[in-house]
């Protein structure tokens, strides 16, 4: 198993900006395809944004794409998700998860597909 640690959410105005990170441990990180939820209180966990093992493909939830960037950098373990132009709408608390991804291009996007969960990190944004 990959233990999954996230970092890097707070509190912040509308139109501003964070980076969350989340650093893997455990596996050989370039292993594992990564990707980002995120959930409110009384919803179902959503995506937000995957990216593969190699780092070539990525992919976004619609209300995200345009404001978020995820990347990953496999010497350093860690796969960030850089987040402009934050709107209220982004408040939640947000996940990293893993899977051990066959074929190096491919990301996942289900929720179902991922047994590696990190514990996540809030992020609250004001109107």
């Known amino acids: 198993q990959v233990q999954l640690v996230e970092s890097g959410g707070g509190l912040v105005q509308a139109g501003g900006s964070l980076r969350l990170s989340c650093a893997a441990s455990?596996?050989?990180?370039?292993?594992?395809?990564m990707g980002w939820f995120r959930q409110t209180p009384g919803k179902e966990r959503q995506f937000v944004a995957a990216i593969s093992r190699s780092g070539g493909t990525t992919y976004y939830a619609d209300s995200v794409k345009g404001r978020f960037t995820i990347s990953r950098d496999n010497a350093k373990n860690t796969v960030y998700l850089q987040m402009n132009n934050l709107k209220p709408e982004d408040t939640a608390a947000y996940y990293c998860?893993?899977?051990?991804?066959?074929?190096?291009?491919?990301?996942?996007?289900?929720?179902?597909?991922?047994?590696?969960w990190g514990q996540g990190t809030q992020v609250t944004v004001s109107s």
């Open positions: 998860a893993a899977r051990n991804g066959v074929v190096s291009s491919i990301v996942y996007v289900r929720r179902d597909v991922y047994p590696n």
């Open positions: 455990g596996r050989t990180f370039s292993d594992y395809a």
